[in-house]
């Protein structure tokens, strides 16, 4: 009986087996993790500086043969870093003034005010106020002066240039020029025509 039982042999346990591999196993996890790391560092060490690359103004046929380097933006792409070449003043139309008109009430009445005093809802909050449009200086000044200020800013005023763009821009100067002189106009400049509308 006894030799029976000591024939016997007992499995065991399933955790116990496990551990059991797991204790084996150590010493290969952690030489192949070893090798890994020393691998990827010798991969790192490569000087990224120096890997083949074109330079953005390098000339064609230096490394590579290009027929346009750098390469030309396709037609129609608006750049998003830079102002575009400035356009011309558009012709003064009706169309351009209401165009104007439209512009100047959402971008430029709330500090300057809808009449171009200098008092919009924004200056009544506390904001400094611009000058009037309605002054010497401004009324002297050429319209290329309020593209160029809608375009770059002045004093408090930051740019304009990626809210407006280039034609609503003169539309707006045009606009204030039909401010400057409605509220500097007199009942003789009115076309006698329409003079009983104003009396």
Known sequence: MRNSFNAIKIAPHPEEARSAVSKDARPFCRKWIVVTALCVAVVACDNMANQPKRLPFELPGSKIAEPHWPALPPAGTVARDGEPEPMPAPPLTLALLERGHERFEIACA?????????????????????????????????????????????????????RVVPRDRWAIAAYIRALQASGNAKLADVPAAKRQQFQ
């Open 110 to 162: 709330p500090c300057h005010g809808r009449a171009g005093d200098g008092h919009g809802m924004i200056v009544e909050r506390g904001f400094p106020a611009p000058p009037a449009f309605h002054i010497d200086r401004l009324r002297a000044a050429p319209v290329q002066h309020f593209y160029d200020v809608i375009t770059h800013g002045y004093g408090a005023m930051f740019a304009y240039a990626d």
